[in-house]
């Protein structure tokens, strides 16, 4: 018996999302409803649940005894809560629960008189005490197909009262119409699909769930079974995240993008398709081509302290996300930078472009202008810089240059500098 715990954009004033809102932000409850079912917002919502959440958690309800509740207000615009009424009526394990009051936390605590109802009409007296494994799911992230098999083998009465956490998962930014910058996130106790083990006791007819409290700090609160064999979870970055508001769309994005550059980049060969239905052809379409260098037969190129690859951009060009990126291979691992990537900016007169190169999150030389290193410690993988640029700011081109190699030859294969539209908050 599986269960899962969606807050659909619910306006819940006096809730811990609200408390952290509220300290940023938001002032006021109107405030806070007025971002919370904005148009733009709740569409982004809509197409990330009901196209890509819903239909992967779809294939798990085919082979497992699973509901999904899902919590939203009655002051949700009503074509918002037709499209949802729609979908549970499409997928029957989708429980829609109207839900007007406080908001205690996942949402497990409101809809546990419903999980009992449904296991009562299971299990009778005689039936014994019964694992249980319940998980939370923000309506923006999307979990591998084979979560509920990875999460089966937990659902034991030895591991009643533990967490679950599935530490490995995947991330990317949401641009206009395709995901771009695909990362490994490796996030331990990530709020994506945590899951925990529950007693459903048929005599009594009670679900003994312990309250989890905050995701990040579930181990404090009860054992915390930890698997990051695979990748179970995809969160979606974009400039409307809750968790990460500021005050502009443009912070926002940029502050997205900063936290994807720290991890390790992928591509979409090294992930399964099998378990991204939903999301595979998003991550295609948001990769950009190899490079087809021009001599016959060259499929690498050695990137030596020689080596001044330049590239030209629009300088029409003034907004959107900047992706440069390259595979590497070296015989031995590398240690540390092994190149430089120059970005050539230019604004306005008046307008500092060394501070706004700054704030981008680059560096500044005599010798190579405004620059990020490439670096690794790894003999083989993609080097992949992302750049939202702001409004007003231009960029003539690029250019990569190897540095001193220790303590072996590298060897790339690029792909063209493009810039991509990014989704835009309200």
């Keep these: 018996m599986f269960y899962g715990v969606t807050r659909y954009s619910l306006f819940s004033p006096g809730s811990q999302s609200w408390k952290t809102s509220s300290s940023g932000v938001f002032k006021t409850p109107e405030e806070y409803m007025g971002y919370l079912f904005s148009e733009r917002r709740l569409e982004l919502r809509e197409e990330m649940f009901f196209t890509r959440s819903v239909p992967a958690l779809a294939a798990m309800a085919e082979d497992y005894d699973y509901k999904h509740f899902v919590l939203y207000s009655s002051l949700l615009p009503q074509r918002h809560q037709e499209v949802l009424l729609a979908a549970a009526a499409h997928y029957p394990f989708l429980v829609p629960v109207e839900w007007n009051d406080v908001v205690r936390g996942t949402g497990i605590e409101e809809v546990k008189p419903l999980i009992e109802q449904d296991l009562a009409s299971k299990f009778d007296a005689d039936a014994g005490v019964q694992p249980v494994a319940w998980f939370r799911l923000d309506d923006d992230d999307v979990l591998a197909t084979n979560y509920l098999t990875r999460l089966a083998s937990y659902r034991a009465l030895s591991n009643v009262g533990m967490a679950v956490s599935f530490g490995l998962g995947l991330t990317a930014y949401k641009a206009d119409s395709e995901l771009v910058n695909l990362r490994e996130y490796y996030h331990p106790k990530s709020a994506q699909g945590m899951a925990f083990v529950a007693a459903f006791d048929p005599i009594r007819g009670r679900l003994e769930i312990n309250t989890p409290g905050p995701h990040h700090g579930v181990d404090r609160v009860m054992p915390t079974i930890l698997d990051s064999r695979e990748h179970m979870f995809f969160q979606v970055r974009h400039g409307d995240q809750d968790s990460t508001l500021s005050t502009t769309p443009y912070e926002r994005a940029v502050a997205s993008l900063a936290r994807l550059d720290k991890l390790p980049a992928l591509r979409a060969e090294g992930i399964s398709a099998d378990r991204w239905p939903t999301l595979?052809?998003?991550?295609?379409?948001?990769?950009?081509?190899?490079?087809?260098?021009?001599?016959?037969?060259?499929?690498?190129?050695?990137?030596?302290?020689?080596?001044?690859?330049?590239f030209p951009l629009d300088p029409e060009i003034t907004q959107g996300l900047l992706e440069f990126e390259f595979e590497f291979e070296s015989a031995q691992q590398l240690n540390g930078a092994f190149a430089v990537i120059s970005y050539e900016l230019s604004a306005a007169e008046g307008v500092d472009v060394e501070e706004l190169g700054l704030k981008l999150g680059l560096r500044s030389s005599p010798d190579y202008g405004l620059y990020r290193l490439a670096w690794s410690r790894e003999s083989r993988g993609v080097v992949r810089h992302s750049l939202p640029l702001p409004e007003g700011l231009t960029i003539a081109g690029i250019a990569l240059r190897g540095k001193k190699i220790q303590p072996a030859d590298v060897f790339i294969r690029w792909c063209e500098p493009r810039v991509v539209s990014l989704h835009a908050a309200d």
């Excluded at 081509?289 to 037969?297: D, I, Q, T, V």
């Design 280 to 310: 595979y052809q998003d991550i295609i379409r948001g990769e950009p081509a190899a490079h087809e260098l021009s001599f016959p037969g060259a499929e690498l190129l050695r990137l030596s302290q020689e080596t001044a690859l330049v």
